[in-house]
């Protein structure tokens, strides 16, 4: 028996393979995918041993309960997440943020996350994936990259092609914080709105909306009025973009948004807070604070280093 | 020529060429995402042209705002002797089970289906830009009197190869997606296709489109 794979006994709801995502192709149409939250794919990776450009198991809200038949192998959780072992008939709970080892018929079930959206499986192995355009990340809405773009199901396997080396036994301290203030750029199109609606941008709440996914993330709350004109001539997006639409209620642009649009942009989120503006959940409230360029570099540049450091620790 | 670079939020560049759309400041975009592209600029991970604007996103960890508008600012875009652009021919049906709301059309634009068919057939259109979705041409431009609003409810699926036209420009779904566009036919051509890394997309910005009508018998037996 040389086969080593995981059976998918449930497939979660929202199940992917995901990497550093796919460049150079937004003038054709595809968006960049890849792992929503960057920092914890880092770090799951680094707790199994992998490259940082390895690809990882992305699960929202409820993850999936896999079988695992094979040789001892590590695998890492990260993110809030809730999930248990089950070994021969033993139940144990595990632990984010730690490599934990494997056997032959250990079942993992990855019960949910805790109030965030996304958490990461790392596997220690190379895993058996087609990759398109040199990235494995599945992008679900156009049917892109491996498991034919279409997220894991139950009877489906996930097969590993070589089990890293070394077996490794790592563990990080790290807590997940929840963000309240996200920090935004002023937009192409932010005089299009009216005095009214530019001070609701930046002072009054946002409920985060059910109808959000890996594509964008609605807001709902007071109205932001436009003054100009509802639609701009199509034009090329970012993720992090904040359009208003003519009903006044924010979507911001995630990774796997369109790569194209035509609705005004009141403001773009700051590279810095991207990773923790993804793991808000549908119902949680949020404020908008206006930073500027320079800013904003240093904050992204302060959070690599952060993320630099938490790697180095493992 | 670009008139004037902004910054969209801090990790790219917008490339403002205009408010109007026109073939000419549509090729001048297409001139500088083409020269920028084959000139491989460090940190650039994307470039999003489109009707007048050109959209540069890069990698925060390798370059910066500054760094990289300095850069484009300076550029010199290459001189081409024209856009190595092709002409393709797009057969469509326009039977009313595919042309979702050619009955629409008839009243908003006050005629018969026969005029509107005859007056899209005759265009050579312009591609603009591809995106949105993989694949997806934009194409123009149509006459004056041609030209409608998007639909009030977007529909939640517009089935794939449906032909769409909104003000004045045409498209074409490249696969099943939400959309807005008023549908007036369905082509049974593969405009995108993912396993072409190279060159997936059929149409290219800079292309000319003509469309070709098709009956319902040569629709369901279309073989590429």
């Known amino acids: 028996m040389n086969k080593n794979y995981f059976q998918i006994i449930r497939g979660g709801i929202n199940t992917t393979f995901q990497d550093q995502g796919r460049k150079n192709l937004y003038h054709i149409g595809i968006p960049f995918s890849g792992a929503m939250d960057k920092r914890n794919y880092l770090i799951a990776n680094k707790l199994v041993g992998n490259n940082f450009d390895a690809p990882i198991i992305e699960f929202a809200y409820q993850g999936p309960l896999l079988k695992y038949f094979g040789k001892k192998i590590n695998i890492a959780i990260s993110g809030d997440v809730n999930f248990k072992i089950n070994k021969n008939s033993n139940e144990i709970n595990g632990k984010c943020y730690q490599s934990i080892v494997l056997e032959n018929g250990d079942e993992l079930d990855i019960i949910s996350t805790n109030k ?61 914080s929840k963000i309240e203030k996200i920090r935004v750029i002023k937009g192409t199109n932010f005089d299009y709105f009216s005095e009214e609606g530019k001070k609701i941008f930046f002072e009054k709440e946002f409920t985060v909306s059910k109808l959000s996914d890996r594509m964008g993330m609605r807001l709902e709350g007071s ?7 509802t639609n701009i001539k199509s034009e090329g997006l970012i ?54 360029l320079t800013s904003a570099e240093n904050l992204f540049r302060l959070y690599e280093l952060e993320t630099q450091n938490l790697i180095s620790q493992i | 020529m670009i008139k004037n ?88 049906c326009c039977d009313e089970s595919l042309g979702l709301d050619i009955k629409r059309l008839e009243k908003i634009l006050n005629t018969d289906r026969e005029k509107i068919y005859e007056n899209f057939f005759k265009i050579n259109f312009f591609c603009y830009m591809t995106g949105f979705i993989a694949g997806m041409p934009f194409l123009g431009d149509l006459d004056i009197n041609m030209r409608v609003k998007r639909l009030e409810t977007p529909r939640v699926k517009v089935p794939k190869g449906s032909v769409g036209i909104t003000e004045q420009f045409a498209n074409i779904y490249t696969f099943e997606s939400p959309g807005g566009w008023n549908i007036i036919g369905n082509t049974p051509l593969s405009i995108f296709d993912k396993t072409k890394e190279t060159d997936p997309n059929l149409i290219n910005p800079g292309d000319t489109v003509v469309f070709k009508n098709i009956t319902k018998d040569q629709f369901q037996n279309y073989n590429e």
Request: hydrophobic share 35%; aromatic share 8%; glycine share 8%.
């Open chain 1, 116 to 176: 965030s959206v996304y958490g990461y499986l790392a596997i220690g192995a190379q895993l058996k994936l087609k990759y398109q355009w040199s990235s494995c990340s599945i992008n679900t809405k156009a049917n892109i990259g491996a498991n034919d773009g279409r997220k894991l199901e139950k009877n489906q396997e996930i097969e590993i092609s070589k089990i890293n080396e070394h077996l490794i036994n790592k563990k990080l301290d790290y807590l997940n």
């Open chain 1, 223 to 229: 109205k932001i009025e436009n003054i100009v004109d």
């Open chain 1, 239 to 292: 993720k992090g973009v904040i359009q208003v639409p003519a009903d006044g209620n924010p979507i911001i642009m995630l990774s796997d948004h369109g790569t194209i649009g035509g609705y005004p942009k009141i403001g773009v989120v700051i590279s810095a807070d991207y990773d923790k503006l993804v793991q808000l959940t549908p119902g949680s409230k949020i404020k908008f604070k206006e930073v500027n």
């Open chain 2, 5 to 92: 670079i902004s910054n969209l939020g801090d990790a790219a560049l917008y490339c403002d060429f205009g408010g109007e759309v026109n073939k000419e400041i549509n090729t001048e975009v297409i001139k500088y995402f083409k020269s920028i592209k084959e000139e491989n600029i460090p940190g650039i991970n994307n470039l999003t042209p489109s009707y007048n604007k050109l959209i540069i996103s890069f990698d925060l960890k390798k370059t910066d705002y500054k760094n990289l508008k300095k850069i484009i600012e300076n550029f010199d875009i290459n001189t081409y002797e024209d856009l190595k652009s092709k002409k393709v021919e797009i057969p469509i």
